[in-house]
């Protein structure tokens, strides 16, 4: 009686739902893993963009300082962003 289970022995359709279900499974990590590539991208060029903001408001800011102190207000008024011309 060398007879396998019919439970145990592998049948093709079982074999096809198993490498349908394996194929979709890769497929959908494959779209997950490229979507956080995508989103880590994102979030390092706002890091840099923030950076830059802040450098650049740094800059403006000791700018308008000191030409405040060394100059007075009138300087202080022409670099503003929101000044109007005179």
């Not at 739902?17 to 499974?25: C, E, K």
């Not at 989103?39 to 405040?68: G, M, Q, T, V, W």
Request: proline share 3%.
């Amino acid at each position: 009686m060398n007879k396998k289970s019919p439970l145990l022995a592998p049948t093709s359709e079982a074999l096809h739902t198993s490498t349908t279900f394996l194929q979709r499974y890769l497929i959908k990590r494959k779209e997950e893993e490229e979507e956080e590539e995508e989103e880590k991208k994102k979030k390092k060029k706002k890091k840099k963009s923030d950076f830059n903001n802040e450098a650049k408001l740094r800059l403006y800011n000791s700018l308008k300082y000191f030409l405040s102190t060394k100059f007075g207000g009138l300087a202080q008024l022409a670099i503003s962003p929101h000044a109007t011309s005179l």
